[in-house]
T-cell receptor
């Protein structure tokens, strides 16, 4: 059974601080995706990474896929209150199946 | 471009009843997947449909079923509702395989409460 362990579970920080969220597994994934979800809404895709060692940047957000494609991290620089939300990592296996394994999520609160 | 539309947004049902949820994917997306989200279990995969065929199914009892129509719209049905079925049910459409990194577009979900 494939599992994705996400840490930390909760994060409460002040505006301007940096933070990193981790997503780890013992399984290899073909792609790793990060989503952000706000209360009462569905998750919104932030990024997908498919190559081991890949790094993608989205403004103040930096995503990294581990060399062995078993882990990923999300780093936010100078967090803002608008970054508040639930961050979810999700892994997909090869084979053309449209199924994602989701981590439990990191609930981030950024205070002004 | 219209997003993924789920109806209804909220539902309250009684134990033992059945419920049908609807999802209209993004135009051109032939793959529709359903997920259940609860505070205790997070997001769990229910099933995926592509061109009216169920391609993959998660570890849920047979009370959970679905179908897809020729226009790619999908419905999921839960029969004999139990209190534990209370959850946010999310529909997601995709242009290609998740293993290739296509990513999902999720709807806003249907919040089902079973009393």
């Amino acid at each position: 059974t494939q599992l994705l362990e996400q840490s930390p579970q909760f994060l409460s920080i002040q505006e301007g601080e940096n933070l990193t969220v981790y997503c780890n597994s013992s399984s290899v994934f073909s792609s790793l995706q990060w989503y952000r979800q706000e209360p009462g809404e569905g998750p919104v895709l932030l990024v997908t990474v498919v190559t081991g060692g890949e790094v993608k940047k989205l403004k103040r957000l930096t995503f990294q896929f581990g060399d062995a494609r078993k882990d990923s991290s999300l780093h936010i620089t100078a967090a803002q209150p608008g970054d508040t939300g639930l961050y979810l990592c999700a892994g997909a296996s090869s084979g053309g199946y449209n199924k994602l394994i989701f981590g439990a999520g990191t609930r981030l609160a950024v205070h002004p | 471009k219209a997003g993924v539309t789920q109806t209804p947004r909220y539902l309250i049902k009684t134990r033992g009843q059945q419920v049908t949820l609807s999802c209209s994917p993004i135009s051109g997306h032939r793959s529709v997947s359903w997920y259940q989200q609860t505070p205790g279990q997070g997001l769990q995969f229910l099933f995926e449909y592509f061109s009216e065929t169920q391609r993959n199914k998660g570890n849920f009892p047979g009370r959970f079923s679905g179908r897809q129509f020729s226009n790619s719209r999908s419905e999921m049905n839960v029969s004999t509702l139990e209190l534990g079925d209370s959850a946010l049910y999310l529909c997601a459409s995709s242009l290609g395989a998740q293993g290739a990194g296509y990513g999902y577009t999720f709807g806003s979900g249907t919040r089902l409460t079973v009393v």
